[in-house]
């Protein structure tokens, strides 16, 4: 008998959880992780659909102070008093929409923390640029305050939160002035149910990019690099893997597939493993990101990768030994970095295994739900085990 079956849990999540996507779908791969190790009651989609609400959506500046979100508060509030399965813990994946005081003991667990993202460079340039296109200046800074003001309110009443990253843990002490021992670092697992085998085919040459924000994700300071890595190796390719790749190519009017740039919009899952098995590295110079998943599934696959030293990157990519971070938005030392992988295959290669083996021992989802359901047993009384 696992040795957290006792552990009855209430799960929560935004949108159905049992449905594997092609796309990303954490909750899935998560929540049947949860379902082995201990006793789920149920999950619940935090996610009310527009028929269960009489009033009208509000504006963006005035949701939370609005009779919608206050409709959306009770009837989420009716769902779960109507539970009849006894449980003991409720554990919400990804932030909740409302703040609701439980007797029963509950956690969160998320990748980010909105006041970071609401402070960051990108955001600054790029979000709140477009959030003032829709709105007017005062209004836009409205919608930000709210925003965190809310999401405070949520996690300062939380009696536990768990994070993916270290990174994500130290934002929750740093800005929302979180107690530390409320916050655990747990990690995150890639999207997969099991680790693929590793069975690589690279023809030595290509760089793989995927990311559907392309801009935030780097893509543009990717595209710049890679113009100066065939500089220097012409027979360098690069698949980028993303739909807005395909609208910024479009709007630019770039051609970049005369450059050796081959665009995706969309792969599911067999043609992004089959993609990962040709690459011989994998980049993603983000501006932003939270955490970052889709090095994992690289790493999983055995690919050395290519981050810049922003957010959890670090966490992830340890520069030298599973690939290289980089400052974010430098194309020329993005440029070397590439290079230098592709000149030296068996360092990429070696690369590549110590990746593998980090997602292996830390960054699956099986490993991930022991380190809560360690935590939840401290807080649970329950009977021994």
Not at 267 to 285: D, E, Q
Request: hydrophobic share 40%; glycine share 6%; proline share 5%.
């Amino acid at each position: 008998m696992e040795p957290y079956q006792k552990l009855k849990i209430l799960g929560s999540c935004s949108g159905a959880w049992n449905k594997p996507s092609n796309r990303s779908n954490l909750k899935y791969y998560f929540f049947s992780k949860l379902l082995k190790h201990c006793h789920v009651t149920n999950v619940i989609n935090f996610w009310l659909p527009a028929h269960m609400i009489d009033s009208t959506m509000p504006s963006r500046v005035d949701y939370y102070q609005s009779e919608y979100y206050t409709e959306l508060a009770k009837i989420w509030k009716k769902i779960i008093s109507d539970v009849k399965e006894p449980y003991d813990f409720i554990l919400y994946f990804k932030r909740p929409k409302f703040l609701i005081k439980h007797k029963t003991p509950y956690a969160i667990f998320v990748d980010m923390v909105k006041k970071d993202w609401f402070q960051s460079p990108f955001f600054i340039e790029y979000g709140l640029h477009n959030e003032k296109k829709e709105l007017s200046d005062l209004a836009a800074h409205n919608v930000v305050n709210l925003a965190v003001k809310h999401e405070l309110s949520l996690y300062k009443s939380a009696p536990k939160i768990f994070t993916y990253s270290e990174y994500a843990r130290k934002c929750f002490i740093r800005d929302y002035h979180i107690n530390p021992s409320k916050v655990t670092t747990v990690g995150a697992g890639p999207n997969f149910t099991s680790l693929p085998k590793v069975k690589r085919y690279p023809d030595g040459n290509t760089i793989l990019f995927v990311g559907s924000d392309f801009i935030r994700k780097g893509g543009v300071v990717l595209l710049e690099a890679f113009a100066k890595v065939k500089q220097r190796i012409p027979d360098a390719k690069l698949i980028i893997v993303s739909s807005d790749a395909k609208e910024y190519d479009y709007y630019k009017g770039k051609n970049l597939e005369q450059r050796g740039v081959l665009i995706k919009g969309f792969a599911n899952k067999r043609v992004l493993g089959y993609l990962y098995r040709r690459a011989s590295l994998f980049v993603m110079p983000s501006l932003y990101e939270a955490f970052g998943v889709v090095f994992l599934e690289a790493m999983a696959y055995g690919l050395p990768c290519i981050g810049t030293n922003l957010c959890a990157m670090p966490e992830i990519i340890e520069d030298g030994k599973t690939g290289f971070l980089v400052p974010a938005d430098d194309s020329s030392e993005l440029a070397e970095r590439i290079v230098f992988l592709l000149k030296h295959k068996r360092i990429a290669r070696h690369m590549g295994e110590c990746g593998r083996m980090k997602v292996e021992k830390y960054y699956n989802w099986d490993s991930v739900v022991i380190r809560i359901l360690k935590e939840i047993r401290r807080i649970v009384p329950c009977q021994p085990l």
